[in-house]
């Protein structure tokens, strides 16, 4: 017989979310991260940082050469962002659901995007559509001791 704890692991990921601009001008931030801390996910780091023209062109690399790539790059390198790296059973699904369709007028009331967000692509937030993407905008934010490793106690009743 398998042990519970060791199927959770079968199924733990670790996401990339970020908070864009419009999420931190509009003092979002909270409203936002209790969102993940209400599924039951894990925080394991979280910075303010202005992102640089390089790392936006990093971040959104799937995107180069589309015409709509410059106003990506202008728009999540004109304020603050809030990086974050979450980990959970499914998180890079379930983070997704919980953020809400990228179109605005597709998201779903109770999501992110569906109960805050007015505007494509001033979106609030973004998440890692794939393990792919998640490992490299974790790296392109975060360096790997800044990201932390525990156990949450009360993720044994989730």
């Known amino acids: 017989m398998i042990d519970s704890l060791e199927m959770e692991s079968e199924h733990m990921e670790r996401t990339f979310l970020m908070v864009k601009p419009d999420g931190v001008q509009r003092g979002l931030i909270g409203r936002i991260i209790s969102r993940f801390e209400d599924k039951g996910f894990t925080l394991v780091a979280c910075k303010v940082v202005q992102v640089t023209e390089n790392q936006a062109k990093i971040h959104y690399a799937e995107h180069d050469g589309k015409d709509f790539f410059p106003n990506l790059v202008n728009f999540i390198t004109s304020g603050p962002v809030v990086a974050m790296v979450w980990e959970g059973d499914d998180i890079i699904a379930l983070s997704r659901i919980v953020n809400g369709k990228t179109n605005v007028n597709e998201a779903q009331p ?12 001033k979106n609030l937030i973004h998440g890692s559509d794939s393990p792919e993407s998640s490992k490299r905008e974790i790296a392109n934010f975060f360096e790997d001791h800044e990201l932390v490793n525990y156990d949450k106690i009360i993720s044994s009743w989730i």
């Open 110 to 121: 109770g999501s992110i995007r569906g109960d805050f967000a007015a505007h494509t692509p």
